[in-house]
């Protein structure tokens, strides 16, 4: 079952250190299978307030998402995002193809 990482961020400054990071990150990335499924679009927002970015990146399971994020790789270029941006990191399980709504009652 797939892995993610998903970022919110706020108040991104499009500086020298954003910029970095972007250049970087895809390297990070390839070693653990991660892709990215969002990153940078706009939301239609349908309900409620939205402010920020959503990034979605996809990985083949949660152990692969939680090594990239624990890799020297990644945790070399946390501060080019993190000095440069608010927000929220968080790494989640995905559901499986059978997935029904009323699984999360069980």
């Known amino acids: 079952m ?10 991104v400054v499009a500086g020298p250190g ?9 390297a990070t990335l390839e070693p653990y299978g991660g892709r990215f499924v969002i990153h940078g679009a706009r939301p239609d927002v349908r309900e409620g307030d939205w402010s920020g970015d959503l990034i979605l990146i996809e990985f083949p399971d949660l152990d692969s998402a939680r090594a ?3 890799s020297p790789a990644y945790r070399e270029i946390i501060p080019l995002r993190a000095d ?5 990191i ?3 399980d995905g559901v499986g193809d059978d997935h ?3 699984d999360v009652l069980s």
């Open 68 to 70: 990239w994020y624990d």
């Open 18 to 26: 954003i910029v970095e990071y972007l250049e970087r990150i895809d």
């Open 100 to 102: 029904r709504a009323t």
């Open 84 to 88: 440069n941006s608010r927000g929220a």
């Open 90 to 92: 968080l790494l989640i």
């Open 2 to 11: 797939a892995g993610y990482a998903v970022g919110h961020l706020h108040d």
